[in-house]
Structure formats: structure tokens, C-alpha cells
């Protein structure tokens, strides 16, 4: 993997992703919130850019513990893929997926 990735390790970790089944968020934050959190960090995207992708941006202002686990998967992609990795670990995306959503992840 480090040949495709490059051969700097550092570089290798910054262009990987990973989305496990479940985590942790700070419960006080909105949606939109935590992704600005994270695109502050990051520097890469809009948070409603990334809610839009997943039809999420009637939830902006909800907090993560308030969501179903449907929407709580299609909120982890986006913080999952704020960086625009090469590569990313997803840990069973699809649970709790309507299948509407299911065929949203998947392409």
C-alpha cells in the first residue's frame, strides 16, 4: 500500500481514511458544528457541501445522540472523508442504511 500511497509515512497516514461502526462526538455539537470542527482542522471542504452529499442538510443543527443510526452513518462518511483520502476502512458503512442511502454510500 505505501507504493500507491507514496513512501513517506506521515504522507501515507494523512491520505487514509477510517469509519468505524460506531464513535464518539462530543455531544453538545451540532451537526454542523463538528463538521466545521473538522474542516477547520482539515482546511478541505464546506460542512453543508459534505450534509448535502449525504441529504443531511436538514439536520445541520441536530446533535449526533438525536440522530437514527442511519443518519448517524451518513454523518460519519462525511467526517470520514473530510480529507479526501486515497483510501479509506469502512467497518460495515451500510448498517442501519435505509437503501436508499445504502446505494447513496455506495456510489
Not at 450534509?51 to 452513518?73: C, M
Request: with cysteine; aromatic share 10%.
Amino acid at each position: 500500500m505505501a507504493l500507491i500511497l507514496g513512501s513517506n509515512p506521515w504522507e501515507v497516514k494523512r491520505r487514509i481514511g477510517v469509519q468505524l461502526q460506531s464513535a464518539g462526538f462530543y455531544p453538545e455539537l451540532t451537526l454542523v458544528e463538528l463538521l466545521q470542527m473538522f474542516a477547520r482542522c482539515m482546511m478541505y471542504r464546506s460542512s453543508m457541501d459534505m450534509l448535502h452529499k449525504v441529504n443531511l442538510e436538514d439536520k445541520a443543527k441536530s446533535y449526533v445522540n438525536k440522530l437514527s443510526g442511519g443518519q448517524k452513518a451518513a454523518n460519519f462518511y462525511c467526517l470520514d472523508t473530510f480529507n479526501r483520502p486515497k483510501v479509506i476502512f469502512l467497518d460495515e458503512p451500510t448498517t442501519g442504511l435505509d437503501p436508499q442511502a445504502r446505494i447513496n454510500l455506495w456510489n
